[in-house]
């Protein structure tokens, strides 16, 4: 057996363990399934352990596949960081920009774009600002902040601002191993309002939950509401409800190594949209717009 892993090895993996499919992952990099497949497999021979786990309605990750997620990320973000720095190569770019955040897009996602730009342009100064959605909306037209990396989902495009859009994320039902709803391959809405929900009600979660309820004539049956994903995560472990909420959220253990299953849902849910906002009659400067056009980059995307 070859013993060399390579990038193709590692684009694959990530594109199955993001789709769960094999037909899906294929489609996603441009390759036959039976390609997809086969790179798997040699990958978990190189490694010595399984990453998938194989069933009717797709594949999921065992435990050492998560665990390896991470580093196959980290080694792809390398690789494109470098290509990234190479062709936007700019002697001596330096400056500051002010930065808005949602509270979620603080604690999940500007984390790791925020650390490799910094390492691109260590004589950039970004300063960040936490904020509401409607609050940075109102910052952005004042010119109090150059830039928001938020939710906008909500967002009024029309009100003199600006948007890139750079992905939308599925909302799946999260639920315990043990749960009924396990076994099910999609899980009607109608059956979720019979369990107890836990309803995450920070950043607007709660009101674009309830848009989509009311949208098929439904209503969650709230018994927790929480401003910590960590903790809904933990109730749903403990058996205490299920939850709708985005795959850039999910993670398939809680705090104490109990697992989280995320399922597909029957209805069609809205996604969960990420971007980045600016002035649309303010002219970005050259550090603000290399920001944007890293963002819109594949390889900080988990």
Not at 156 to 164: R, T
Not at 227 to 250: D, K, M, P, T
Not at 258 to 283: D, H, Y
Request: glycine content about 4%.
């Amino acid at each position: 057996m070859n013993s060399s892993l390579n990038l193709r090895h590692l684009r694959y993996f990530i594109a199955a363990a993001e789709t769960k499919k094999i037909q899906l992952a294929a489609e996603k990099v441009h390759m036959s399934p039976s390609a997809v497949a086969d790179a798997i497999k040699s990958l978990e021979g190189i490694l010595g352990t399984t990453l998938f786990e194989r069933h009717r309605s797709g594949v999921s990750l065992t435990y050492d596949g998560y665990r390896f997620l991470d580093s196959a990320h980290r080694i792809l973000n390398m690789v494109d960081d470098s290509i990234f720095v190479f062709q936007n190569q700019k002697k001596n770019i330096e400056g500051r920009f002010i930065l808005g955040a949602s509270v979620s897009v603080v604690g999940y996602f500007l984390p790791i774009p925020l650390g490799q730009f910094e390492k691109i342009y260590p004589k950039v100064q970004v300063n960040i600002v936490e904020n509401s959605r409607d609050d940075l909306e109102r910052q952005l037209r004042a010119e109090e902040i150059d830039i928001a990396f938020m939710i906008t989902s909500n967002i009024k495009v029309s009100e003199g601002l600006e948007v890139a859009m750079l992905f939308r994320s599925e909302r799946t039902l999260w639920c315990a191993e043990s749960h009924r709803f396990a076994k099910m391959d999609k899980v009607p809405l109608a059956e979720i309002a019979k369990e107890s929900y836990i309803m995450l009600n920070s950043d607007e979660a709660e009101a674009n939950t309830n848009q989509f309820w009311k949208r098929f004539a439904l209503k969650p049956n709230v018994r927790i509401k929480t401003q910590s994903v960590e903790a809904v995560r933990g109730f749903i472990a403990r058996e205490r409800g299920v939850a709708i909420l985005s795959n850039l959220l999910y993670r398939p253990w809680s705090l104490d190594g109990t697992r989280i299953l995320s399922k597909q849902i029957e209805e069609p849910i809205p996604t969960m949209n990420l971007g980045v906002v600016w002035n649309s009659n303010k002219r970005l400067s050259l550090i603000q717009q290399q920001f944007i056009d890293f963002l819109k980059q594949d390889s900080w995307r988990w």
